[in-house]
């Protein structure tokens, strides 16, 4: 890039709208800049391409230079003019690509972010991949208190599980050698999919888990062009499914306490209007002490207000509520079914309606009375049996929610605030001999390769703190405010 050799090409494509703290409306056009290894963006309004124009005509009088003009009447968020002067403006930014002596000066090197890109929070920068404008890599991001998360941060070591989009592996970070489970997710997927706000549904229902002690949290979140990153608590003692292959079934006392917490856990996301949809034994995972946590929050639902009804089909056969099936509409309720039949589970070993048929199992699911028998103690019984009653509006916690749940004899001898603050007597320890011990997870996972695109940067990094103009993935990356930021 010397003197008009090898310029970079810039050219605006895009536009968005955007409100200040004060709620003020304002417009940014997307410069794309691109360079013979690399490419990146900045986001710039017209008040600061204004002051360059100022600046570069006062150096260079004699240049035919302009910007559209100011509008001092009429809507500036029509689209029309937006894009009028969209078209103007990349008119404008093509003059000073193409004149090396504007191209040169530290102020268009300044505006374009040239000089050190790597180093600057507002930029992507990408490899030169066929189809640059492919939606998998042009992803909105919110902004992030850790904008230069990448993968090669962490060394990989294995991998902990597998799901439709991508894998979650253990993780260790190389500054710190702390470990993590970290969820990589394949963007083209999802979008084939069409699964994108289930993706970020789990995204934004792991920023609000940080304040429970029986939801796994998410660390943070990052991405590059291809893939999607959740850094997430390591808890190893395993899924609850894990341990119930080994043991068929747990003594009363032991379900009694995973249910509770359990029933804290759900109480707590519909606190916050969210509905869980997807509790089974293989999101529930034991930590190193024995308490539980929930993971896997893609199904969730927010914004779930207490009366409120949605009516996607979605869940886990075994564990589907008859409303469901029947495709109405339906509430929060359906929680406390799934934790009825996890309930079940652990106390029985299969599933309530169980059959490997399934649409018998779902006949049964709809039609069939639950079967309760010994060992289970009355009051678990009927427990079970109110959670699993098929009418949502005679459930337990169809009217008081969690506060139901908990007034149930069942749990009479659970002290709730104590369960909360980890300050009851656990059941059951897992062996866990380190904080990166495997041996409560699947050797068939444990036993795939790791491959490298999971842990290389060659696919390059996107910053936290863009906003890009597709919104697929809009404010994805997270990092945790830091304690100034309350102030």
């Not at 200040?20 to 600061?48: G, I, M, P």
């Not at 002596?101 to 374009?112: A, D, G, N, R, W």
């Not at 609000?208 to 796994?216: A, I, M, T, Y």
């Amino acid at each position: 890039m010397d003197n008009g050799t090898d310029l970079p090409r810039a050219s605006i494509n895009s536009s968005q709208e955007k409100s200040d703290r004060k709620q003020k409306r304002y417009t940014v056009y997307k410069v794309v800049v691109k360079n013979s290894n690399q490419s990146w963006f900045v986001l710039r309004r017209y008040t600061e391409f204004d002051k360059l124009f100022s600046t570069l005509k006062k150096r260079f009088p004699h240049m035919a230079l302009k910007i559209p003009a100011k509008r001092i009447f009429g809507n500036n968020f029509d689209p029309d003019f937006i894009k009028q002067r969209s078209e103007g403006l990349n008119g404008f930014i093509q003059t000073v690509m193409s004149n090396p002596e504007l191209f040169k000066l530290p102020e268009v090197h300044s505006f374009l972010q040239l000089d050190n890109p790597r180093s600057e929070p507002d930029f992507f920068d990408i490899e030169d991949h066929n189809d640059r404008n492919n939606k998998a890599s042009e992803m909105n991001l919110g902004p992030s208190g850790n904008p230069l998360a990448k993968p090669s941060d962490f060394a990989f070591q294995k991998v902990l599980g597998k799901g439709s989009y991508g894998k979650v592996l253990l993780a260790k970070h190389k500054s710190d050698g702390k470990v993590y489970a970290v969820k990589v997710l394949q963007k083209a997927a999802i979008l084939k999919k069409k699964e994108e706000r289930h993706v970020m549904a789990e995204r934004n229902v792991l920023v609000k888990n940080c304040s429970h002690p029986f939801l796994v949290g998410l660390h943070y979140s990052f991405q590059t062009t291809e893939k999607l990153y959740f850094v997430l608590d390591y808890v190893n003692g395993g899924e609850l499914f894990f341990h119930l292959q080994r043991e068929r079934c747990f003594p009363e006392p032991r379900a009694r306490f995973y249910t509770a917490e359990i029933a804290s856990a759900i109480g707590y996301l519909h606190s916050l209007n969210i509905i869980y949809r997807d509790l089974k034994p293989e999101n529930i995972l034991l930590d190193f002490e024995g308490h539980i946590k929930l993971t896997d929050f893609g199904l969730c639902k927010e914004g779930m207000q207490p009366e409120e009804t949605t009516n996607t089909f979605c869940g886990t056969p075994e564990y589907l509520a008859p409303e469901i099936l029947r495709k109405e509409p339906y509430d929060r309720t359906v929680d406390w079914w799934c934790l009825g039949s996890v309930l079940y589970e652990m106390l029985y070993g299969l599933p309530p309606f169980y059959c490997r048929d399934i649409p018998i199992m779902y006949d049964n699911i709809l039609h069939k009375p639950v079967q309760l028998r010994p060992p289970a103690s009355p009051a678990a019984c009927d427990a079970m049996r109110c959670m699993l009653w098929k009418d949502k509006a005679s459930r337990l916690g169809a009217q008081r929610d969690f506060e139901e749940i908990k007034s149930h004899k069942f749990f009479e001898s659970i002290a709730w605030e104590e369960l909360d603050t980890k300050c009851v007597l656990v059941p059951f320890r897992p062996t866990v001999d380190g904080p990166d011990d495997l041996q409560n997870f699947d050797i068939e996972f444990l036993e795939q390769p790791v491959t490298a695109s999971v842990c290389c940067d060659s696919e390059s990094r996107l910053s936290v703190s863009v906003m890009e103009a597709d919104d697929a993935f809009l404010g994805f990356s997270y990092a945790p405010p830091v304690p100034d930021d309350f102030h």
